[in-house]
């Protein structure tokens, strides 16, 4: 299987802030990986997919870049909404699985 | 707008089997182009994928569930459902039924709003 390691675990930033989380990959998953946010009993939304292109109805201010095993998630200009938990995923092969996420906190 | 939404007992009693059901509306379960998946997460951790399945029946498995999950469809009452046996207190989790957009391991692009199923006596 391959693993997905997310960092940092948690981050505490302020609004207007940017702010970039990454996701490395135990091996290459070429551009096989998304990005989704979790807020609060609610269930993850997809915000990225193919490692770098956005969902509809997906703010610009969230980008994803990398390729092989190193990705990144960027938020160019923090939002109230935007603080949430947010995880990756490969979708390189069964079992598609999940990093540990990163809890993104208000500072 | 597809929506998804998760249904079944909220409690289970340990050794017993979990049984539950995503019922997909505003679209057909037996498009071509999506898969059907189940992932789970115990309350305050992370992300688990269970596994997918195609509306033709095909079944893909997370091989550390894989002996105790089985995943079904009926397309006719445009469903699939999802039974995890020989349940013990570590399989106490939110449950949610996803879209996957593609292939049986692509993005989950719709979920449902998830179920809380707690293993307990």
């Known amino acids: 299987d391959i693993q997905m390691t997310q960092s940092p675990s948690s981050l505490s930033a302020s609004v207007g802030d940017r702010v970039t989380i990454t996701c490395r990959a135990s091996?290459?998953?070429?551009?096989?990986l998304n990005w989704y946010q979790q807020k609060p009993g609610k269930a993850p939304k997809l915000l990225i997919y193919g490692a770098s292109t956005l969902q509809s109805g997906v703010p610009s201010r969230f980008s994803g870049s990398g390729s092989g095993t190193d990705f990144t998630l960027t938020i160019s200009s923090l939002q109230p909404e935007d603080f949430a938990t947010y995880y990756c995923?490969?979708?390189?092969?069964?079992?598609?699985?999940f990093g540990q996420g990163t809890r993104l906190e208000i500072k | 707008q597809v929506q998804l939404q998760e249904s079944g007992p909220g409690l289970v009693k340990p050794s017993e089997t979990l049984s539950l059901t995503c019922t997909v509306s505003g679209g057909s379960i037996s498009s071509s182009s999506y898969y059907w998946g189940w992932i789970r997460q115990p309350p305050g951790k992370g992300l688990e994928w269970i596994g997918s399945?195609?509306?033709?029946?095909?079944?893909y498995y997370n091989p550390s569930l894989k002996s105790r999950v089985t995943l079904s469809v009926d397309t006719s009452k445009n469903q699939f459902s999802l039974k995890v046996s020989s349940v013990t207190a570590a399989d106490t989790a939110f449950y949610y039924c996803?879209?996957?957009?593609?292939?049986?391991?692509?993005?989950?692009?719709?979920w449902g709003q998830g179920t809380l199923v707690t293993v307990s006596s």
């Open positions: 995923q490969h979708s390189y092969s069964t079992p598609p699985s």
């Open positions: 091996q290459s998953i070429t551009t096989f």
């Open positions: 399945i195609y509306y033709r029946g095909s079944t």
């Open positions: 996803a879209r996957h957009w593609g292939s049986s391991s692509s993005e989950l692009d719709y």
